[in-house]
């Protein structure tokens, strides 16, 4: 393995967990990189030579309590999540742009995910250019315990400008009102929560969502019924 080259990133190197890669129409490689925090949300690096990368667009957020930790780009289409530091701020959700012109990435829309219990989105999958599967709050969803705010929810993108939710699934037990008791808990020092992280669907296996839950290990879902997923298989290592 051997270095090419390195980018500053115009100072603000500080990126998350989302990168992308897009294949312009005239043959340009640009690498999309969403920063872990404010004041910067994403950038656009032409790797087309990837030994002299070049910053072609930098973006800020909105204000300093927002965070784009995670995106994903399918042809000319990018979807940025959007998470607050506290529940109950704004803008929280997802941005789709149009980055047919990667210079001057263009707003399509704003999903909307803010509410009096939500933080927003913490993390996209987007790979087969229709669903956006995330680990998001929701202005309708209270958690028992505030740490289990964000939750599996599914966009439907095929008319980008009007995002809809199609389907949506949460640890049982987890909110206000569910039949399910409450799970059992880590102790304190080690609670991080019973939330989504990863939220992964491969083209291969459109069928199956694979799903990272933080304290509730890993869940296996069977979303060929979007409406109506059913769990398939769940492992946690915790407690060993």
Not at 34 to 58: C, M, W, Y
Not at 156 to 174: C, F, H, I
Request: glycine share 8%; net charge negative.
């Amino acid at each position: 393995m051997k270095l090419l080259a390195h980018h500053e990133l115009a100072g603000f190197g500080g990126l998350g967990e989302g990168m992308a890669m897009q294949q312009t129409s005239d043959g340009r490689r640009i690498m999309w990189l969403a920063h872990e925090s404010a004041p910067k949300n994403f950038s656009g690096v032409d790797v087309t030579d990837p030994r002299n990368p070049k910053l072609i667009v930098q973006t800020d957020l909105p204000h300093m309590k927002l965070r784009s930790n995670s995106l994903d780009v399918v042809g000319d289409t990018m979807v940025v999540a959007y998470q607050a530091s506290t529940v109950g701020i704004k803008p929280a959700g997802i941005d789709i742009f149009d980055i047919s012109k990667p210079e001057t990435p263009r707003l399509i829309s704003h999903f909307d995910c803010s509410g009096p219990h939500s933080r927003g989105v913490h993390a996209v999958w987007f790979v087969d250019g229709r669903y956006v599967h995330m680990s998001s709050g929701a202005p309708d969803f209270q958690p028992r315990n505030p740490l289990d705010d964000q939750f599996y929810r599914v966009i439907d993108l095929a008319n980008p400008s009007k995002p809809q939710e199609v389907g949506r699934w949460w640890y049982p037990g987890t909110r206000e009102g569910d039949a399910a008791p409450p799970p059992a808990r880590l102790p304190a020092q080690f609670d991080t929560g019973f939330r989504t992280h990863n939220t992964n669907v491969f083209p291969q296996r459109p069928d199956r969502a694979f799903i990272g839950y933080i304290d509730g290990g890993s869940v296996v879902l069977d979303i060929s019924d979007l409406s109506h997923m059913k769990v398939v298989s769940q492992w946690n290592h915790s407690p060993p």
